[in-house]
């Protein structure tokens, strides 16, 4: 119970101090990337929103979605997207010809957005700093010459898509207020939205 408590605290914090923290610095983002590699970088926060540590891997073959919302790291650490969630059961759209659980649709997108970023960057609070299982928010650098150069929030752009949903309080109240915006974008017929029974949950 306790730590179910203190992870409640840890989260409420997280969010917290992960909009404390100052803007991404999306030129220093794109410069972390390497030749054949992927690059995941995590920032450590205080309270104050200050970078207290920083860790820094990279891949040849990329990461992998875990769960839903995890990205495995190493064997010993994996980062949990926070404050967001698949639908519950199986899920049918039939524009992106998916039919199927709602856990695996979100597994899939996350897995298509970790495979095509050239680098991660995540912030999590201090305190996370070595749990096995980290919450934290991160971005992804995208980058196709020509086409497309960009930094895109995981969270973001899954809500977005509809691949997952905002967690809500017990009040009933969004666990990111920051993803509403997107979550309205996926409402509108994306992803998991394209099924009546998810609009009843």
Not at 55 to 66: D, E, H, L, M, T
Not at 127 to 152: H, I, K, M, R, W
Not at 179 to 198: N, S, T
């Amino acid at each position: 119970m306790k730590r179910t408590i203190a992870a409640a605290l840890a989260s409420c914090i997280l969010a917290t101090s992960a909009f404390a923290a100052p803007e991404i610095d999306k030129d220093y983002i794109k410069s972390l990337a390497s030749p054949g590699k992927t690059v995941l970088v995590v920032e450590y926060y205080d309270g104050s929103g200050k970078v207290v540590d920083r860790k820094g891997f990279a891949s040849a073959s990329g990461y992998k979605a875990v769960s839903p919302t995890d990205i495995q790291v190493d064997d010993k650490t994996t980062l949990h997207l926070y404050g967001v969630e698949p639908c519950s059961g199986e899920m049918v759209n039939r524009t992106e010809g998916y039919s199927g659980s709602c856990s695996g649709f979100a597994q899939q997108e996350l897995q298509v957005m970790l495979k095509s970023a050239k680098v991660l960057f995540c912030r999590a609070f201090v305190s996370e700093q070595n749990a096995p299982s980290q919450d934290a928010t991160c971005y992804g650098y995208y980058n196709y010459p020509g086409s497309l150069d960009s930094v895109d929030m995981l969270e973001d752009e899954l809500v977005s898509l509809g691949a997952l949903r905002v967690v809500k309080n017990p009040d009933g109240s969004p666990a990111r207020a920051d993803l509403e915006k997107a979550q309205r974008i996926g409402k509108q017929g994306y992803g998991m939205w394209a099924d009546p029974r998810v609009k009843g949950q």
